[in-house]
């Protein structure tokens, strides 16, 4: 049978899975801007999975604070995107399209939640900042794209 926090666990993997993969991509990016939208992000979802992990521990949930498999594998992806074609405002749409993927499984867990109001109200702030950061990366890529067209 499945552990009623099956669901959120696997969101705060994703999340120190996106954290790792935005702390290399700082580290391998050279425009000041895409760095500093890497750090926001890394610092976003270390937050938001260190908060999960202590409302699980609180319930009884064994923290495990491993990244996933998954987590190497978009490392190296980034590492080679780096090396290939740098890093970027076209990664931005890779980036949106992570970020949405989480916003998923914020949907999960928030449905696979019932009778816990707080971590609900917890996910769902969590979810809202991350959609508004999507917002704010796709209003950015908006604003760079007219600028190009314009040049």
């Known amino acids: 049978m499945a552990n009623t926090f099956d669901e959120i666990e696997h969101l705060r993997t994703r999340l120190i899975d996106a954290s790792s993969g935005y702390h290399e991509g700082a580290d391998l990016a050279e425009r000041a801007d895409i760095v500093a939208l890497f750090i ?4 976003m979802h270390d937050r938001h999975a260190h908060v999960l992990s202590v409302m699980l521990a609180e319930r009884g949930v064994e923290d495990d604070d491993d990244e ?6 978009h490392k190296s992806i980034l590492t080679v995107r ?5 890093l970027d405002e076209n990664v931005i749409h890779g980036l949106i399209d992570g970020e949405e ?13 019932v009778n ?3 971590l609900r ?7 809202a900042e991350l959609e508004h950061r999507i917002l ?4 950015g890529v908006d604003t760079e794209a007219r600028r190009n067209k314009l040049s």
């Open 116 to 118: 816990d109001a707080p």
């Open 82 to 86: 780096a090396l290939v074609t740098g």
């Open 136 to 139: 704010e990366m796709r209003e």
């Open 101 to 113: 993927r989480i916003i998923t499984l914020y949907d999960r867990a928030l449905d696979s939640l």
């Open 40 to 43: 926001s992000l890394r610092d």
């Open 68 to 73: 996933s498999l998954l987590a190497v594998v």
């Open 121 to 127: 109200a917890t996910l769902a702030e969590q979810r």
